[in-house]
C-alpha cells in the first residue's frame, strides 16, 4: 500500500498498518513532518470537542496515544498529561461554561467544574477576578515532530519504505478501473503499484484527490502561534478561554482568534490560536500577532514583560462540517482518506491511522466511518 | 518633515547606521530624497566603526572616512532624521511602499516610507569545538569591537584562530594594545590569493593593509600558522573560564593531522570563520537569496542594488561580505538609485560610473579573498558528542547527528524542530552554519541556500515583549 | 579621555566604569568573564560576540532581565546581578 504525505497523519497510517502486517511505502513531497505538523502544538484534547463522532474519534485517539507512550517511551514523544483548564472570565461566560461541561461530562469526557478561588491553585499567575473555569485531567500534549518520526521509524523498523522529497503526479488504474497504484516525480520510482493508497496530504489533500476524481472539499484555515522566550515553569496546563471552544467550530469567514496558552518543556511559552480563511498566503500579519498577545495578556498578566521570539504559521485543513475525512472512497476502489482534520491533527491521527489499518485488513471497525465518509459531500449538495 | 496623511512618510528608510548605510542615507539626502536612518546603535557607524562619545581613534580604521559620512549626515539634518537606539524587528509592504517597525526602549516606532535600504552588515561565523562555550572564548569581531569600541583589552594571553584576513587585523589591534599574543592559527592557506593576481593587483590599498598587519606581528614576535587550528579549548581548574586550547596542523579538509596536537597556555580565545550577513528582513520581505562564493546565504542584487522586491534596495555585508570599502560604495549607490526611484533625477551617469568601477574592483578582491579561505568540512572532526552545537539551548553534537540517523531528518529545518537548534534567542544565527554544515556532511551532501534559508529565516528579528506588541505603535507613526 | 569614572554594582562587588561603556566592557576590564549561569546545564557564559546578536551576555539590571549586557551601557549605580537560567525565578511555581 501506498500512503502519501508524511505528516502525522500519514506517520499513525503507516504505524498501525506496518504492525497490521501491510507492506507500506510512505510518498512524501517535501521533508517528513515538512506540512502541517510543523506548525502545530501537539493537542491531544477532548474538552474542546463537541459530542458526536469528533468526540467518539478524540476518545478512541486519547487512548491510542496513551498506548504509543507506552509502546515508544513517552519521553521520545515528550508526551505529558499535563491537562487542561479552560478559563472563564465573566459571570456569562462561567455559566455557559457550567452547561457545557455537564453536557461533556454526560458524553464521556472528565470534566472538573473548578470555582474561581480554586483556579489561582491550578494556576498560580492567571489575572485575577476569574469566574470560574474547568479542569479536563484527559488532556495531554505531545511534540508533534518527534511524535511523527517516531511513528514512522517504528514503521520502518517493521518494513515499511519512506520516500520524501518525492510528489505523487497521478494515479494508475486497473482496467476496472480501480487504482493500483500512483505516479511519482523520483526517476528511480516513477511508479508505485499498491492496492490501497490512503490520502493523508494534509491540507494538500484536496489537490490529490482531485487527481483521482475523487473530491473532497478541503481548504486551508491559517492560523498563528507565538513562541516566547524561555521562562521557568510558569504555566503548568493547557490554558485556554471559554471563547475558544466557540471559535473551533465557527464558520465565520474573517479572523478568529480566541487565546491558547500552554508552556513546554524548553521552557518557551506557546501562544495561540486564530483562525484565518485567506487561502495560502503566508504572509504575516501583524494585527493577529498584537490580538494573540493582547488575548495571552489578559489570561496572564506577567506575559507583558515577557519576549516574543519567534512567530510561525501552519494550514490547518478543513471540510465544511469540520470533521476529517476517514475510510475507503466509493466513487475511487482502493483510494482510502485520512484527511481533513482541521485543528486537531495531531490528538486524532492515531485513531485515524488505526481506522485505516482496520479497514485495509478487514478488522473489526473501531468506530463507525459513516460521518466521516468521503462522499458525503455530494449528498449535502444534491439534497 | 513629511506631514500629509496621505503621504506615505519617507521617502527611504535605511535600515543600519554602518558604512553602507550611512553612505546610502547621505546619498540619498544629498539627491533631495526624505530619508529615515534607523539604527540599533547609541550612535552612528556600525560595527566597524564602533565608539564610544568622542573621536578616539587609536584603534580605528578609516577615521577619516567616517569623519566625512557622519558630517555630511550632520550637514543633511534637514533631509534626514536619525533614529538611534531604534531595533528593526519587522519590514513589511504597504499598499504605498513599506512600514518598518522598530523598538524603542519599551515602545513600538513604526516608521512609513516609499523605499527601503537594508545595511544591516553581518558578524563572524562560528563553529563549534570542544570548550568553545567557556568564558574567555570570543568571537574575533567581539576582541575587536571591545579594542575599539570599549577600550577594554580582552585578556592578557590571547589565541587568535580561524580562517580569512580578518584575524590579522584582530591580532595586530591587540599586539599593537600591549596584548601578548600566542599565535594567529589559520585554519587554511593564506597564500591561496596568490591564486587571484589580477584581483590582488587592482587592490593594491588591500594588500598594503594585510602587508602592514604581518608587519606589527612580526615586530611583536606573534607567531602565524597556517594550515593550523584551535580544535579544543580547556577549562581553567575552576571550570569557569578558559586556560588554554589545544592546537594542530589540519589537512586540506581541515581534519587534524595526527600526532600534531599540543597545548598551548592562554586566557583569551578569539576566534572567527568568516561572516555571517543578516538578511532577516530581505527574507521578511521576499527578496532573493543565494549562496555566495564564501558559503554565506545573501540577498540578490543588480548593478542598481535592487533586490528582487520592487523598492527595497540592499547594500553592504547583506549582499555579499565584502569590507567597509565595499559597503560605502554599494551604499552610496543605493541611496542614488533609491533616491530616483522616490523621485530624485537620474543619477549622474560619470559618477555611476565610477562608483561601479570600483565596487567591481572591491568585489573582485573580496571575491578573491573567499576563495582563498573557504571553510572545509572537516572540521566536524573536531567535535565530540557532548560538544553544544546550540550554544543558546546547549544542544549537543549527538542531538544534531541523532535527528539525522534515527529520526529522518533530510535538512537542518527538520533537525531544528527535532532537537532545538536555533530555536532559543539567537534564532539560530550562531548555530545556523554549522548545523547546515554538520546535518550536510551527514547525509553525504553539500550545503544548499535552501538549508541556510531553513535557519536563517525570522519573521521577528528582535525580540519585542508581547506588551510592547500588543500595545501597538504607542511612540507614534514617524512619517 | 577626560571624562570621570564611576562605579556601579555586580552582585556584591563595585565595578569601574567609563562614561559611554557597556556592563559587559566593564566586567570584563574588572576581571569577570562571566555573568551568567545557563538554563539546563548550569554553565557560566559570558560575553561571546559583542554586538548583541548571540545572546549569552544575558544578564539582570536593575531587577529587568535578560538584557544584553553588550548593548547596555553603564550609568553609575545600577544593579547588575548574575543571572541564573531564564531569569525570573520569582514566577516559578
Given at each position: 500500500m501506498v500512503i502519501v504525505g508524511a505528516g502525522v497523519v500519514g506517520a499513525a497510517c503507516a504505524y498501525y498498518c506496518a504492525a497490521a502486517g501491510l507492506r507500506v511505502t510512505v510518498i512524501e513531497r517535501g521533508a517528513i513532518g515538512g506540512g502541517t505538523t510543523a506548525a502545530c502544538e501537539g493537542n491531544i484534547l477532548l474538552s474542546d470537542k463537541e459530542a458526536g463522532p469528533e468526540l467518539e474519534l478524540a476518545l478512541l485517539s486519547s487512548r491510542k496515544w496513551a498506548e504509543l507512550a507506552e509502546e515508544l517511551g513517552g519521553s521520545s514523544l515528550e508526551y505529558e498529561s499535563k491537562g487542561g483548564v479552560v478559563v472563564a472570565a465573566s459571570p456569562e461566560t462561567a455559566e455557559g461554561l457550567a452547561k457545557l461541561t455537564v453536557e461533556q461530562r454526560n458524553a464521556g469526557i472528565d470534566a472538573i467544574d473548578v470555582p474561581g478561588p480554586d483556579m489561582f491553585d491550578l494556576e498560580p499567575n492567571l489575572a485575577p477576578g476569574v469566574a470560574s473555569g474547568a479542569f479536563y485531567p484527559q488532556d495531554s500534549q505531545v511534540q508533534p515532530m518527534l511524535a511523527t518520526a517516531q511513528l514512522l521509524r517504528r514503521a520502518v523498523q517493521r518494513g515499511a519504505t519512506v520516500l520524501t522529497n518525492t510528489e505523487v503526479v497521478g494515479f494508475v488504474r486497473a482496467r476496472d478501473g480501480a487504482l493500483n497504484g500512483v505516479r511519482t516525480t523520483s526517476s528511480s520510482m516513477p511508479t508505485v503499484h499498491a492496492k490501497w493508497v490512503v490520502n493523508a496530504a494534509g491540507t494538500w489533500s484536496g489537490q490529490l484527490a482531485d487527481l483521482a476524481a475523487a473530491a473532497v472539499p478541503i481548504l486551508p484555515r491559517k492560523g498563528f502561534i507565538l513562541v516566547t522566550e524561555p521562562l521557568p515553569r510558569v504555566i503548568r496546563h493547557k490554558v485556554y478561554t471559554a471563547e475558544y471552544v466557540a471559535n473551533v467550530a465557527s464558520s465565520d469567514e474573517g479572523l478568529q482568534t480566541s487565546v491558547?496558552?500552554?508552556?513546554?518543556?524548553?521552557?518557551?511559552?506557546?501562544?495561540?490560536?486564530?483562525?484565518?480563511?485567506?487561502?495560502?498566503?503566508?504572509?504575516?500579519?501583524?494585527?493577529?500577532?498584537?490580538?494573540?498577545?493582547?488575548?495571552?495578556?489578559?489570561?496572564?498578566?506577567?506575559?507583558?514583560?515577557?519576549?516574543?521570539?519567534?512567530?510561525?504559521?501552519?494550514?490547518?485543513?478543513?471540510?465544511?462540517?469540520?470533521?476529517?475525512?476517514i475510510g475507503p472512497d466509493p466513487r475511487a476502489q482502493g483510494l482510502i482518506h485520512a484527511c481533513g482534520h482541521e485543528g486537531a491533527g495531531i490528538g486524532l491521527s492515531t485513531g485515524t491511522g488505526a481506522l485505516v489499518a482496520q479497514s485495509i485488513v478487514g478488522d473489526a471497525l473501531d468506530l463507525d466511518l459513516t460521518p466521516f465518509r468521503p462522499d458525503r459531500f455530494e449528498e449535502t449538495k444534491a439534497s | 518633515m513629511p506631514t500629509s496623511q496621505t503621504d506615505p512618510g519617507y521617502d527611504i528608510a535605511v535600515v543600519g547606521a554602518g558604512p553602507a548605510g550611512l553612505a546610502a542615507a547621505t546619498s540619498a539626502a544629498n539627491s533631495g530624497a526624505r530619508v529615515a536612518l534607523i539604527d540599533s546603535g547609541a550612535r552612528v557607524g556600525g560595527q566597524y566603526w564602533r565608539h564610544r562619545r568622542g573621536d578616539d581613534i587609536r584603534h580605528q580604521h578609516r577615521w577619516k572616512e567616517f569623519r566625512r559620512l557622519r558630517g555630511n549626515l550632520d550637514h543633511r539634518r534637514a533631509l534626514i532624521d536619525y533614529l538611534p537606539e531604534h531595533f528593526v524587528w519587522h519590514v513589511e509592504r504597504t499598499g504605498s511602499g513599506f512600514s518598518t517597525h522598530a523598538t524603542c526602549?519599551?515602545?513600538?516606532?513604526?516608521?512609513?516610507?516609499?523605499?527601503?535600504?537594508?545595511?544591516?552588515?553581518?558578524?563572524?561565523?562560528?563553529?563549534?569545538?570542544?570548550?568553545?562555550?567557556?568564558?574567555?572564548?570570543?568571537?574575533?569581531?567581539?576582541?575587536?569591537?571591545?579594542l575599539k569600541g570599549q577600550g577594554v583589552l580582552a585578556g592578557r594571553r590571547v589565541g587568535v584562530a580561524g580562517t580569512g584576513p580578518f584575524l590579522l587585523a584582530v591580532a595586530a589591534g591587540l599586539a599593537e594594545a600591549g596584548a601578548t599574543v600566542v599565535g594567529v592559527f589559520e585554519a587554511g592557506l593564506p597564500t591561496g590569493f596568490a591564486r587571484h593576481p589580477l584581483a590582488v593587483l587592482a587592490?593594491?590599498?588591500?594588500?598594503?593593509?594585510?602587508?602592514?598587519?604581518?608587519?606589527?606581528?612580526?615586530?611583536?614576535?606573534?607567531?602565524?600558522?597556517?594550515?593550523?587550528?584551535?580544535?579544543?579549548?580547556?577549562?581553567?581548574p575552576s571550570g569557569d573560564s578558559v586556560h588554554g586550547v589545544t592546537v594542530a596542523r589540519l589537512d586540506r579538509d581541515w581534519r587534524p593531522v595526527p600526532g600534531t596536537d599540543r597545548r598551548i597556555d592562554c586566557d583569551t580565545v578569539a576566534v572567527g570563520y568568516g561572516f555571517v550577513p543578516q538578511i532577516e528582513i530581505p527574507l521578511q520581505l521576499g527578496c532573493d537569496t543565494r549562496l555566495d562564493v564564501d558559503d554565506s546565504l545573501v540577498a540578490v542584487v543588480d548593478d542598481r542594488q535592487r533586490s528582487t522586491v520592487p523598492g527595497v534596495f540592499i547594500a553592504g555585508e547583506a549582499c555579499g561580505v565584502g569590507g567597509a570599502v565595499l559597503s560605502v560604495l554599494e551604499g552610496e549607490l543605493a541611496g542614488l538609485h533609491a533616491a530616483h526611484l522616490t523621485g530624485a533625477g537620474v543619477p549622474d551617469p560619470a559618477r555611476v560610473r565610477r562608483l561601479a568601477r570600483r565596487r567591481a574592483a572591491q568585489r573582485s578582491f573580496a571575491t578573491a579573498m573567499h576563495q582563498a579561505f573557504p571553510v572545509a568540512a572537516g572540521w566536524s572532526s573536531w567535535l565530540d558528542d557532548d560538544t553544544v552545537i546550540c550554544r543558546c539551548e546547549e544542544v549537543p553534537a549527538s542531538a544534531v547527528t541523532r535527528a539525522v540517523d534515527q529520526l529522518g531528518a533530510t535538512d537542518p529545518r527538520a533537525v531544528k524542530l527535532f532537537a532545538r537548534p536555533g530555536m532559543g534567542l539567537c534564532q539560530g544565527r550562531m548555530c545556523g552554519f554549522a548545523t547546515a554544515g554538520l546535518v550536510a556532511d551527514r547525509l553525504g551532501r553539500t550545503v544548499t541556500a535552501e538549508d541556510l534559508r531553513g535557519m536563517s529565516s525570522r519573521p521577528i528579528a528582535q525580540p519585542i515583549t508581547l506588551g510592547t506588541l500588543a500595545a501597538g505603535p504607542r511612540g507614534g507613526r514617524v512619517s | 579621555m577626560n571624562d570621570t569614572a564611576f562605579q556601579f554594582h555586580f552582585d556584591d562587588q563595585q565595578i569601574s566604569a567609563e562614561p559611554g561603556q557597556t556592563v559587559a566592557a566593564a566586567l570584563i576590564a574588572g576581571g569577570h568573564l562571566w555573568w551568567r549561569r545557563t538554563r539546563v546545564h548550569d554553565r557560566p557564559r559570558g560575553l561571546f560576540c559583542g554586538i548583541g546578536v548571540c545572546f549569552d551576555c544575558l544578564v539582570t539590571i536593575n531587577d529587568r532581565p535578560n538584557r544584553r549586557a553588550c548593548l547596555v551601557e553603564a550609568q553609575p549605580g545600577d544593579q547588575v546581578s548574575t543571572q541564573l537560567g531564564a531569569g525570573r525565578a520569582h514566577l516559578a511555581n
Open positions: 491558547v496558552v500552554e508552556g513546554t518543556r524548553a521552557g518557551t511559552v506557546l501562544i495561540g490560536a486564530s483562525r484565518e480563511r485567506v487561502g495560502f498566503d503566508r504572509s504575516v500579519s501583524l494585527p493577529v500577532l498584537r490580538t494573540l498577545a493582547a488575548q495571552a495578556i489578559a489570561v496572564f498578566p506577567f506575559l507583558s514583560e515577557v519576549a516574543l521570539l519567534r512567530s510561525y504559521l501552519g494550514f490547518r485543513p478543513y471540510c465544511p462540517d469540520h470533521l476529517p475525512v | 526602549g519599551d515602545a513600538e516606532r513604526v516608521v512609513d516610507s516609499r523605499a527601503v535600504v537594508v545595511a544591516t552588515g553581518a558578524y563572524d561565523r562560528q563553529l563549534p569545538f570542544p570548550g568553545w562555550t567557556l568564558p574567555g572564548v570570543f568571537t574575533a569581531g567581539a576582541v575587536q569591537g571591545l587592490n593594491p590599498g588591500k594588500v598594503a593593509e594585510g602587508a602592514g598587519y604581518l608587519r606589527i606581528l612580526a615586530r611583536h614576535r606573534v607567531p602565524c600558522h597556517p594550515r593550523t587550528g584551535v580544535i579544543a579549548a580547556h577549562a581553567s | -
